[in-house]
Structure formats: structure tokens, C-alpha cells
């Protein structure tokens, strides 16, 4: 059975950092592209970053420059590095592993930017 689980959510000030983590079962993730979505109350869920095979990384141009997304093949662990956190980063964030013949999702970590 394949579970991606999300951790390192929380509340966060403006400003702010936080790492999100996505570790994987059941899959090898380096035979996977891995990426982080994100959902904010009442929007479509959207890309926030994605990270290839090989390494390529590419990002929604909100959050370029500020968010990092890497990736630990052995630890089966994708990472997202969020930093100078804005109130408008506020949402579900969710892992997700996408192959040539299937897609998994993780159930997702709530973060909250707010004074």
C-alpha cells in the first residue's frame, strides 16, 4: 500500500520559515516526480513546486525565491522549505508522486501564516 505523509505544518508568523516533509511507503520515489500543492480555503488546489528525477525543480511564480523543494531518494523523503512566509501562503498542503502509470497523493499538513 503507497501513503505519502505530510508533516511539519503549524501556525507561522509573516516572515517565517517552516519545512514540510512528505515521506513515502510502499514506492521507491526515485523512480517518481514529486511535487507540493496547495489549497487555500475556497480555491482550486495549485502547484507549488515540482521536483523531477533528475533534480529539475520548478515553482509557481508566487513562491519563487522563497520556497525550496529537494528531495532524499534513500530517505524516501521530498522536503519543502518555506521561507519570508506570507499571510496569502496560508493553506492544505499536499505531497504528491506522479509516475508514468500513477499519481498518489498525501492527505495533506495544514499551514497558517498569521500575526
Known amino acids: 500500500q503507497v501513503q505519502l505523509v505530510e508533516s511539519g505544518g503549524g501556525l507561522v508568523q509573516p516572515g517565517g520559515s517552516v519545512r514540510l516533509s512528505c515521506v513515502a511507503s510502499?514506492?521507491?520515489?526515485?523512480?517518481?516526480?514529486m511535487a507540493w500543492y496547495r489549497q487555500a480555503p475556497g480555491k482550486q488546489r495549485e502547484l507549488v513546486a515540482g521536483?523531477?528525477?533528475?533534480?529539475?525543480?520548478n515553482y509557481a511564480d508566487a513562491v519563487k525565491g522563497r520556497f525550496t523543494i529537494s528531495r532524499d531518494n534513500g530517505k524516501k523523503v521530498v522536503y519543502l522549505q518555506m521561507n519570508s512566509l506570507k499571510f496569502e501562503d496560508t493553506a492544505d498542503y499536499y505531497c504528491?508522486?506522479?509516475?508514468?502509470?500513477?499519481?498518489?497523493w498525501g492527505q495533506g499538513t495544514q499551514v497558517t501564516v498569521s500575526s
Open positions: 510502499g514506492i521507491s520515489i526515485r523512480w517518481y516526480g
Open positions: 521536483i523531477t528525477v533528475g533534480g529539475t525543480t
Open positions: 504528491n508522486a506522479h509516475g508514468s502509470e500513477s499519481q498518489y
